[in-house]
């Protein structure tokens, strides 16, 4: 069983490099552009800037050596441009070599910090538009909350990355070679042997228990993302919380995946402990190893007392960027994994792409005709099993059926969420695989049954259906949606936000937002997926007015519920179980009396008994 679990072990850290390795040369790109030669001439220079920096920083202890030397009248072996300089002109030059070290590195930031900042730009902009081209398929099933915390940590671990692994691991790699070279020709081959031990202890020590921390660390990001989740879910369904007054059941179970996460932060903080502890045993004892040295040396009259402080001063030099490298490689580490994670989503593939060269839609008339559609979600459950349907341009036909029946599919298809599976959906003789998805939507507007706006003014949400429309054009749709003079009486106008999802306003008020949309959209095809059947009655039936003015002279496909709002329709397609099983019209179906008369006289009885309960009971004297 040991040999098992070593072999998966030493499987899993090869895998481990291995995804470390493609996501440091996925970043590469990034920092070296084939097209964009100011980036790497930035990084040129930077990198000479941060080599000026180390040499003057490896240099700068042989001045305070000097100047000891100098004040203890033991600086006879130094060379005369030292001597020259005197103690307090060495100590100044101490000072002006500290101070070159720190302005040369402060300029490697000032050179760096465009590409890094051009770099979290584009990787960020690839992520959005990468998430915007996913399926309808993926965005079900992925949790929102879990999404924005992957594209954040991994933003910021391309940031970390590039400034620390550029600026961090490779100087501090040239910075302790160059000490231990310094040490072997100054004072002997058993001063760099101590260095080198002690860094080499050191090194694989931090990254040996670092390996370890990230393990924990990926569980408690996990445990993180559950929780961002679950807040993010239940303050989104804000008003369900309160009409089931869930608020101590979303708490406790938002506590249950902060009771996980607090675990694993405990061991975290442990496990960093223990990593400080071993860190400094390690330096310290080389440390004292280096300074016992030096100190017989002196001792012996081998050294004098100003090698025995550079001697001080290199080793704490290199104690402090070896500290630094705990932190990094840790960072580094789990920058990496939040990048991986970031990188996994990037390569995702997207269900629904356009042909290479495929032209933009042309509509002529606005025809939309299915042809023995098959479609399923799950290969397992077939949804459309062969649906053929024609929408003569300008002509309005209704969907209808009960819930499972494919009416809603039927819409996606069209709007080419997805696929279909078998057969073909054509606008005007064009297969919706053969055009563009960019020109297919510019061509199809949609008013769902619950509009949903974003966290914005009106004004914003109804420019939504063309950015590019004057103030005088936004108000001509809101006129026709019969929301103007609503949106007056507000108290900032057409300013006014509506808060997330637009839940400031009615249910009423958000339809007539969005139908004011998609007017000014004004497309030659429009989808309205039973736009009206979550409101009450009276609401109902001004915003049906409004969308039958709205669908004079385009093709209306309606999916709907309520029968009443679709009985001058064209055409009504019934679908039962993803197959038309009865079309026509409105009277046709009812002398035909099969499911849609069956369905017609349900409701109608339905509205009867609701209207009878509504009157007012009579009052007797």
């Known amino acids: 069983m040991r040999r098992i679990t070593g072999t998966a072990t030493s499987a899993d850290a090869a895998h481990g490099d291995a995804a470390a390795m493609n996501t440091i040369r996925r970043v590469i790109p990034y920092l070296w552009p084939a097209d964009a030669f100011w980036v790497r001439r930035r990084v040129v220079l930077a990198m000479l800037a941060l080599i000026v920096a180390k040499i003057i920083s490896v240099s700068t202890p042989y001045f305070y050596k000097v100047a000891v030397d100098q004040l203890a009248g033991e600086g006879n072996a130094d060379p005369a441009t030292f001597l020259m300089l005197g103690a307090v002109g060495l100590t100044i030059a101490y000072g002006m070599a500290r101070l070159s070290a720190v302005g040369f590195g402060e ?7 465009r590409v890094g900042q051009r770099a979290l730009r584009k990787l960020a902009l690839e992520t959005f538009t990468h998430i915007h081209r996913l399926s309808m398929r993926y965005h079900i099933a992925r949790k929102t909350g879990g999404l924005s915390r992957i594209i954040e940590r991994g933003v910021k671990g391309v940031d970390f990355l590039l400034r620390f692994m550029l600026f961090s691991i490779g100087p501090l790699i040239l910075e302790l070679s160059m000490v231990a070279i310094l040490f072997a020709l100054l004072f002997g081959w058993q001063y760099m042997v101590v260095v ?3 860094i080499t202890l050191y090194v694989t020590f931090t990254f040996k228990v670092t390996e370890w921390r990230v393990r924990i660390r990926r569980q408690m990001n996990d445990q993180d993302t559950d929780a961002n989740q679950k807040a993010i879910d239940s303050l989104l ?3 369900t919380v309160k009409y089931f007054g869930a608020e101590a059941r979303e708490a406790e179970r938002y506590d249950g995946a902060m009771k996980q996460y607090e675990v694993a932060a405990i061991k975290t903080g442990q496990s960093l402990s223990f990593l400080n502890f071993g860190q400094s045993l390690i330096i310290t004892s080389g440390l004292v190893a280096v300074m016992v040295m030096a100190a017989m040396g002196v001792q012996q009259g081998i050294l004098t ?3 025995f402080v550079m001697v001080n001063a290199y080793m704490i030099q290199i104690t402090m960027p070896l500290n630094f490298l705990g932190t990094v490689y840790r960072e580094i580490r789990q920058a990496l994994v939040d990048m991986g994670e970031m990188f996994h989503l990037l390569g995702q593939p997207a269900e629904v792409v356009d042909k290479p060269s495929a032209p933009d839609i042309a509509i002529k008339g606005g025809e939309v005709r299915f042809e023995d559609v098959k479609f399923a979600y799950d290969p397992q459950r077939q949804i459309l099993k062969g649906v053929s349907l024609t929408v003569g341009p300008g002509k309005r036909v209704a969907l209808v059926g009960p819930s499972g029946s494919g009416k809603s599919t039927i819409g996606r298809l069209l709007f080419r969420f997805y696929d279909v599976t078998g057969g073909a959906v054509k606008i005007d ?5 053969d055009i563009t998805q960019d020109s297919l939507h510019a061509q199809i507007g949609v008013v769902p049954q619950d509009t949903v706006l974003f966290n914005d003014s009106v004004l914003y949400n109804i420019a939504y259906g063309r950015p590019s429309a004057t103030r005088a054009e936004i108000e001509a749709a809101a006129k026709a949606a019969r929301i103007h003079d609503f949106i007056l009486s507000l108290p900032q106008g057409y300013e006014t936000p509506v808060g997330e999802r637009g839940l400031k306003l009615s249910g009423g008020e958000k339809q007539r937002v969005g139908i004011a949309r998609t007017l000014l959209k004004n497309p030659p095809i429009l989808l309205l997926d039973e736009a009206t059947s979550a409101l009450d009655t009276q609401t109902e039936r001004d915003i ?10 385009r093709t209306v496909i309606t999916i709907a519920h309520r029968l009443s709002t679709i009985s001058d329709a064209d055409e009504i397609i019934v679908l039962e179980a993803g197959e038309i099983v009865e079309q026509g019209k409105h009277e046709t179906l009812l002398q035909n009396k099969g499911r849609y ?5 349900r409701q109608s009885s339905e509205e009867e008994a609701h209207q009878k309960a509504a009157k007012p009971s009579a009052s007797f004297g």
């Open 107 to 113: 300029l490697r930031d000032a050179i760096f910090v």
């Open 196 to 198: 080198v031990v002690t």
């Open 237 to 239: 369904n804000f008003e």
């Open 305 to 307: 007392v100003g090698d």
């Open 429 to 433: 003789g064009q297969d919706l695989r």
């Open 544 to 553: 049906q007015e409004s969308l039958r003015e709205m669908g004079e002279g």
């Open 597 to 601: 008369a069956a369905m017609w006289a």
